[in-house]
């Protein structure tokens, strides 16, 4: 039974690798609010010290309700996320696979749902290997059919980083963009070639979609690699997040207009402008996260009910073939269908309803046309944005068969390094 498994494991993973899947990915309409974050904060980033007593929690709603037999399993993989080549017995200590055994009914709400919650590691599937790792959750003896996946990190801290953040060295970027310089201490390591060994992450907001990856020091000083050139690493600083506060439904919360309570909850928010504007207005925001909370409940996992929420865009596209998505950490940043936003000439307005659950949501527009897409145009840019950077630092020694994650590092726009 064991090799079976491992058989159908490797066929399931060729087969997301085909459908290039090794993101943050819900492949079920009736999987809500999947969360992954480290256990000491929620919704932060999803990263554990390798052999040290940190956690991961993940949650999850099935709106089917009832009780099925979800099982998990984590994927080694490299920096670019590609599966790496080694057995799960060679990353895993204990089992290859797990049930999700802690699961709870929702309780008076409108909504029903089940919801699931694990933590990771626990006493059947523990990482030994420090890298990049890929959680897939699915139906019992049906690896190869995924529910969903998410990205996490587990992270063997040996090297050491110093950044800072300084305005573009472009002129015409100056005011909208964030350069960062840095360097990376690898002299705890058995680095030959920083060339060909070391590759530095930085990712905005812990978002992939908008990341640098730094495999060419510009200067190596014994183990010190220094990366600050000119070109690279320079940000758009983006804008503040717009966000609503959504919980309660008995009355209205912070960018709410109005609250209908039926056989379904619905909820319209404030008309939402365009924010490209030359001046910067400082608006506190949570970098694109949400959180799950209810005042009007005692255990939001399980007493917090779901809406219909309408976004509504005063903007016109100078294309009609353009595209107007709504991201943020609750869309996994996908431009896809389910966030994409409908269009209505005659009023000059782009509406979208998502079924969310009670929380407070951070969000952002992006437009899409057949040029690319644009983070900006309708949200704006500022070098005085406040963001988070997450460096992750590779190592994969000469002659390996996987890429180590041996630094970690946090540096916040408006704050040091922590």
């Given at each position: 039974?064991?090799?079976?498994?491992?058989?159908?494991?490797?066929?399931?993973?060729?087969?997301?690798a085909?459908?290039?899947?090794?993101?943050?990915?819900?492949y079920?309409?009736?999987?809500?609010?999947?969360?992954?974050?480290?256990?000491?904060?929620?919704?932060?980033?999803?990263?554990?010290?390798?052999?040290?007593?940190?956690?991961?929690?993940?949650?999850?709603?099935?709106?089917?309700a009832?009780?099925?037999?979800?099982?998990?399993t984590i994927?080694?993989?490299?920096?670019?996320?590609?599966?790496?080549?080694l057995?799960?017995?060679?990353y895993?200590?204990?089992?290859?696979?797990?049930?999700?055994?802690?699961?709870?009914?929702?309780?008076?709400?409108?909504?029903?749902?089940?919801?699931?919650?694990?933590?990771?590691?626990?006493?059947?599937?523990?990482?030994?290997?420090?890298?990049?790792?890929?959680?897939?959750?699915?139906?019992?003896?049906?690896?190869?059919?995924?529910?969903?996946?998410?990205?996490?990190?587990?992270?063997?801290?040996?090297?050491?980083?110093?950044?800072?953040?300084?305005?573009?060295n472009?002129v015409?970027?100056?005011?909208?963009?964030?350069?960062?310089?840095?360097?990376?201490?690898?002299?705890?390591l058995?680095?030959?070639?920083?060339?060909?060994?070391?590759?530095?992450?930085i990712?905005q907001?812990g978002r992939?979609?908008?990341?640098?990856?730094?495999t060419?020091?510009?200067?190596?000083?014994?183990?010190?690699?220094?990366f600050?050139?000119?070109?690279?690493?320079?940000?758009?600083?983006?804008n503040?997040?717009r966000?609503?506060?959504?919980r309660?439904?008995?009355?209205?919360?912070?960018?709410?207009?109005k609250i209908?309570?039926?056989?379904?909850?619905?909820?319209?928010?404030?008309?939402?402008?365009?924010?490209?504007?030359?001046?910067?207005?400082?608006?506190?925001?949570?970098?694109?996260?949400?959180?799950?909370?209810?005042?009007d409940?005692?255990?939001?996992?399980?007493d917090a009910?779901?809406?219909?929420?309408?976004?509504?865009?005063?903007?016109?596209?100078?294309?009609p073939?353009?595209?107007v998505?709504?991201?943020?950490?609750?869309?996994?940043?996908l431009?896809?269908?389910?966030?994409?936003?409908?269009?209505?000439?005659?009023?000059?307005?782009?509406?979208?309803?998502?079924y969310?659950?009670?929380?407070?949501?951070?969000y952002?527009?992006?437009?899409?046309?057949?040029?690319?897409?644009?983070?900006?145009?309708?949200?704006?840019?500022?070098?005085?944005?406040?963001?988070?950077?997450?460096?992750l630092?590779?190592?994969?020694?000469?002659?390996?068969?996987?890429?180590?994650l041996?630094?970690?590092?946090l540096?916040?726009?408006t704050?040091?390094?922590r």
């Amino acid at each position: 039974m064991k090799y079976l498994f491992l058989l159908i494991l490797l066929l399931s993973t060729q087969i997301i690798a085909a459908q290039n899947s090794y993101q943050n990915v819900v492949y079920q309409p009736n999987i809500k609010t999947v969360q992954l974050y480290n256990a000491q904060q929620e919704s932060s980033f999803p990263i554990i010290g390798l052999h040290t007593n940190d956690v991961l929690l993940l949650g999850f709603d099935d709106l089917n309700a009832g009780t099925k037999n979800y099982y998990y399993t984590i994927i080694h993989c490299d920096a670019d996320w590609k599966p790496s080549s080694l057995s799960p017995s060679e990353y895993l200590q204990s089992f290859t696979e797990d049930r999700i055994m802690d699961y709870r009914y929702s309780f008076n709400t409108k909504q029903k749902y089940t919801h699931y919650q694990l933590t990771l590691p626990n006493y059947n599937i523990v990482p030994k290997l420090s890298g990049n790792y890929l959680l897939k959750v699915y139906p019992e003896g049906k690896p190869a059919e995924p529910i969903f996946t998410q990205q996490f990190y587990v992270v063997d801290q040996r090297a050491g980083l110093v950044a800072g953040i300084v305005p573009s060295n472009q002129v015409i970027d100056r005011t909208t963009n964030q350069k960062i310089n840095f360097s990376v201490d690898v002299s705890a390591l058995p680095v030959q070639n920083p060339y060909a060994e070391i590759r530095t992450l930085i990712m905005q907001n812990g978002r992939p979609d908008v990341s640098s990856m730094n495999t060419n020091p510009q200067f190596v000083q014994g183990g010190l690699l220094q990366f600050n050139d000119f070109q690279t690493n320079d940000f758009a600083g983006g804008n503040e997040f717009r966000r609503f506060d959504l919980r309660t439904l008995l009355s209205g919360g912070e960018h709410i207009a109005k609250i209908y309570r039926d056989t379904v909850n619905t909820v319209m928010l404030m008309n939402d402008r365009v924010l490209n504007q030359p001046n910067y207005t400082f608006q506190y925001d949570n970098n694109g996260k949400f959180f799950i909370l209810n005042y009007d409940g005692r255990n939001p996992q399980t007493d917090a009910d779901y809406a219909h929420v309408y976004f509504n865009l005063n903007y016109t596209p100078q294309n009609p073939n353009d595209a107007v998505f709504i991201t943020g950490k609750f869309t996994n940043y996908l431009l896809n269908e389910s966030g994409k936003m409908n269009y209505d000439a005659a009023r000059g307005n782009f509406y979208k309803d998502l079924y969310l659950k009670q929380g407070v949501y951070d969000y952002h527009y992006v437009l899409k046309t057949k040029n690319g897409t644009d983070q900006i145009a309708i949200d704006g840019s500022h070098f005085e944005t406040e963001n988070d950077y997450q460096f992750l630092v590779y190592f994969k020694r000469t002659g390996s068969r996987y890429e180590e994650l041996v630094g970690y590092h946090l540096l916040n726009s408006t704050k040091s390094l922590r």
